[in-house]
């Protein structure tokens, strides 16, 4: 995919710019010549770039709000894209109107065959939505790899690890398989020692019914289910005595709910009591607001009036008497005779004199009406406090009923379990009256037999779920092992690409990437390493700005490739780099943007250097009069 032209209106410093996006690289350097002190700072270097941004995403990286994009002193900006995607055959144009006052308006057409649709969308956000679509790219990818600022930009020779490796696992797609290799047993486990605890019960049942069976045909079976009986019947009265004790904590307790629900019902009551109370409050049921529209009309005539009286006045000011005749007159009069003006001018003041004194009524009125509302706000300020009170008490009161209710409920709990209890016990005193000891021996042979094929039940399952987690340890390993052989892959393909466009720039220096390992322990390591070499292994920060730049250039042309390489129309080819190879020189960044041209990419560097010996590959933004231009 390519863009091929951007247009601007009064946007940022730019008042109209159509611009043809070049296939070849080219540095973007600004000369400001409205503030000449700044040199190329607020030339509007990286304006063209925030439209891009805007076009795609509806987003900038400025981090302002999309009514500061705008020309400052006009109503509305306008930003239009055109790109190209070749697999597809078709073309897009977004058109965006941002305004000032009011919302932003998107139009967007598709070309197919040399025929301009326009796509339609029920609302705003569906429109940015399919600007994405058919991008197929997302808003964090386009400020990561194509659209690159200083401000966002993050180095990847100084990244985290973790950054490192959530970018080798975008690329390699080892998230796929993330759950797979961390299949978890915990169930399977929790199951086995279910399994084997109930094993352990049931031999220990059968030890002990071996030892019952042994004892059964050595003592009097009659004797000692005489004193089982005896036994029985002590707990049954024991249990008794409980009931009597959980019955009276029911009774305590039943009786606190029956207070709290009469209390609740008295609040409840004042409460209806205290709403009413302010609902009687007579509402204000006028408003100043016609009054204070009152006042400005006679505000307005009054000045009107003044208007006319200063008028007046100063022709009156200017009359002359005639030496002859003694008649008076005003020389270039637009209100008739001396006689005349006065007269007009008479009338104006009793006008005058009408309105400032209704002007003062109103005043009166309003002070009046003001009065009497903040009146009754405090009236009804005091009764939602009591409200409020009241409230809170109604709260306290149904929190206690519900409490004790659920206590009373397990009281009732209590008395059900300890009559089941007598009632089971009562049975087993029952079955013991009929003991006569000639059928135990063989009852309890019967409950061994039993036991002992439920033990051979349980060891075939335990076999059975241990064999589940054997094979689901063994897959999870596999899976380790193919994450792995994806993640180095993709780490290998990096180190490639940015090895491959170092040698592009003349650089002598090569990066050797290290990480995920699998350990002899079964661990899997994937911490990693960027080596740089020159001969010997060096740090980033050792090398010069000009190197450190190659090098940043490199990572970030790798990191484009293998997105590009992922997306499904082959990614987009453009790169706009703003400021962030501000330590390279000039001659350094000429090696960037030949190398740039012998890969074929389009690249667009942002950059303060205004030095002569890059002249021939610049695209020069100048600001003159605050309005910003391209000159070459």
Known sequence: MRLDKVILE????????????????????????????????????????????FC??????????????????????????????????????????????????????????????????????DGKKAILDWFAIEKEDLFNYYIINKSRFKSFFKASNKEKVDLINRFSDASIIDGLDKLDNTELELEARVIKANIDKAEGKIELLQDQIQDESERDVKADAKQ???????????????????????????????NSKRLLQGVNSK??????????????????????????????????VSKLLNELSIELSGTIECPKCEHEFILDSSHGTVEEAQAKNKKAQAIQT?????????????????????????VKNTLRENLMTLKQEALTSDRTVLKYQAIVAEHDKDITDCKNDITKMELQIKELKSVDGSNNV??????????????????????????????????????????????????????????????????????IMEGFKM???????????????RNVERTFASFSGGEQGRLLFAAILANRHMLNSTH?????DFLSVDEVFEGVDSLGLKSLIKSAKLLDIAVMVITHVTDEEVNDDILLIEKVNGISYVKS
């Open 354 to 378: 009408s309105i400032l004194d209704k002007i003062d009524l109103l005043d009166s009125s309003i002070l009046e009406l003001e009065t009497k509302d903040a009146e009754q706000n405090e």
């Open 568 to 572: 499904k129309y082959g990614g987009l």
């Open 56 to 125: 795609i995403a509806s987003s900038n990286s400025r981090g302002v709000s999309d009514k500061e994009l705008v020309m400052f002193g006009q109503k509305e900006a306008r930003v239009q894209l055109y790109a190209s995607c070749d697999v597809r055959k078709e073309s897009i144009h977004i058109d965006w109107t941002i305004k000032i006052k009011g919302s932003n308006k998107l139009t967007l057409m598709i070309e197919q065959d040399g025929k301009w649709n326009e796509v339609s969308f029920s609302n705003v956000n």
């Open 519 to 533: 350990l002899s322990n079964g661990t899997f390591k994937d911490e990693i390493t960027a080596k740089i070499l």
């Open 271 to 304: 409460i209806s009591t205290a709403q009413l109370a302010i609902d009687n409050v007579r509402t204000i049921d006028y408003s100043t607001d016609t009054l204070y529209n009152e006042r400005e009309d006679l505000v307005s005539k009054d000045l009107k």
């Open 442 to 511: 063989s009852s309890l042979q019967k409950d061994l037999k039993a036991v002992k094929v439920i033990g051979t039940a349980l060891e075939r399952d335990l076999n059975k779920k241990n064999d589940e987690i054997y094979e689901r340890n063994k897959w999870k390993n596999n899976f380790k092992q193919f994450r792995m052989h994806l993640a180095n892959q993709s780490l290998e393909a990096i180190e490639y690409h940015m090895n491959r466009y170092l040698v592009e720039m003349g650089s002598d220096l090569k990066v």
């Open 228 to 258: 089982a009986i005896e036994d029985l019947q002590d707990d049954i009265l024991d249990v008794k005595e409980e009931i009597k004790e959980f019955k009276q904590k029911r009774f305590d307790d039943e009786t606190i709910v029956d």
């Open 10 to 53: 009064n946007f940022l410093t730019y008042e109209s710019l159509e611009y043809n996006i070049p296939r070849t690289p080219l540095l973007v350097q600004g000369l400001n010549k409205t503030e000449e002190d700044q040199e190329s700072n607020g030339s509007g270097k990286s304006g063209m770039f925030t439209a891009i941004e």
